[in-house]
Nanobody
Framework: QVRLVESGGGLVQAGGSLRLSCAGS????????MAWFRQAPGKEREFVSA????????IYTDSVKGRFTISRDRAGNTAYLQMNNLLPDDTAVYYC????????????????WGRGTQVTVSA
């Protein structure tokens, strides 16, 4: 079974840090773009960050630039999101996604999704 499983969410105070992990299994994701999206209550799912196959390039939504860093391990099947200087507005369920051909910020172009991990940032 092909799966993406997120972990690392939790409760943190504003200004704190968390590192999210997305572990892929059931197939190799080394040639897949991997990405993070998030969804807060009452809001639509939004793009956060994406990293290309082999980890050669990455992009971020403006609101997290300079605070978040996306990466992936050398095997290519685990993606990470290091989140620093967290803000209450970062509170959301964070989802991992992957696909071979994507428009990086367009959720509709991703083929695989995890079930999400909750990140809550208190003021």
């Amino acid at each position: 079974q092909v799966r993406l499983v997120e972990s690392g969410g939790g409760l943190v105070q504003a200004g704190g840090s968390l590192r999210l992990s997305c572990a892929g299994s059931g197939r190799s994701f080394v040639t897949y773009t991997m990405a993070w999206f998030r969804q807060a209550p009452g809001k639509e799912r939004e793009f956060v960050s994406a990293i290309s196959r082999y980890g050669g390039s990455s992009i971020y939504t403006d609101s997290v630039k300079g605070r978040f860093t996306i990466s992936r391990d050398r095997a290519g099947n685990t993606a990470y999101l290091q989140m620093n200087n967290l803000l209450p507005d970062d509170t959301a369920v964070y989802y991992c996604a992957a696909a071979v051909r994507v428009l990086p910020s367009d959720a509709e172009t991703y083929d695989y999704w995890g079930r999400g991990t909750q990140v809550t940032v208190s003021a």
